[in-house]
């Protein structure tokens, strides 16, 4: 059986569901390319009482897990919740395809931690990633995702890519938004959200400009036209 099994936020954030099938399984893989984590492989191999290998990109998209699974008990541990990745839910239908059993043990993830905030999250509209700008390729699709948000009056989710420091995350935010031109008053950036060093910041880009020391994973928010209790709650968050 294989076994796809969400982390939590935090080094401790895994379910008791999550720890009881992991004693079960003979394999345990730590699915690491699309999060930067809060906390060390060390921290979290004290909380599962249990080694684990690493399961790169390759190694999960090349379905070898579901090979192993038809004659072992295989848990591959996602941080946050362990269906947020496309290639997670392709996991699941080649072990429908293989006859191999498969079960899913959810956890938090970014999308209920967000909630912090006080912006509604059923005013949230589709969600974009910024990826890392590389020589002679600026992938913009992120900020037309924005502006599609905006038309609709929806709050936007922008999910970094890993490894992108919010310095150059910021400055790729400017450069797409006058490109697309989208008007950015103030933003949200939420710090490793459901963690001790978690912190959210409201501010003007003005104010956001000189930061440099978030914190990885963060995330950033476009709000949208806000409700009063949203703005309420916001204001919270413009002065820390």
């Known amino acids: 059986m294989l076994y796809l099994i969400g982390l939590g936020l935090n080094e401790r954030g895994i379910s008791k569901e999550g720890l009881d099938a992991i004693l079960k399984c003979k394999k345990v893989y730590l699915e690491n390319y699309t999060v930067n984590f809060p906390y060390t492989e060390h921290q979290l191999e004290e909380v599962i009482g249990k080694k684990f290998k690493i399961a790169d990109r390759e190694k999960v998209e090349d379905l070898s897990l579901v090979d192993e699974s038809k004659k072992l008990n295989v848990a591959l541990l996602v941080y946050g919740s362990p269906l947020n990745a496309t290639t997670h839910i392709t996991l699941i239908n080649e072990c429908k395809a293989t006859g191999v059993k498969c079960r899913v043990i959810c956890s938090s993830s970014i999308f209920d931690a967000i909630a912090e905030t006080g912006l509604q999250l059923y005013k949230f509209g589709k969600v974009a990633s910024m990826p890392s ?30 490894g992108l420091e919010f310095k150059k995350a910021f400055e790729q935010l400017k450069v797409t938004a006058k490109k697309e031109e989208v008007k950015l008053d103030r933003i949200v950036i939420c710090q490793a959200l459901g963690t001790r060093s978690s912190k959210i910041l409201y501010r003007s880009l003005e104010e956001a400009e000189g930061f440099t020391g978030v914190q990885k994973p963060y995330c950033i928010i476009i709000p949208s036209e806000l409700h009063f209790l949203e703005k309420e709650v916001l204001e919270n968050f413009s002065g820390r």
């Open 133 to 162: 700008w590389q020589k002679n390729f600026e992938p913009d699709s992120f900020m037309k995702i924005v502006k599609e948000n905006q038309k609709i009056n929806a709050h936007s989710l922008i999910l970094i890519d890993i």
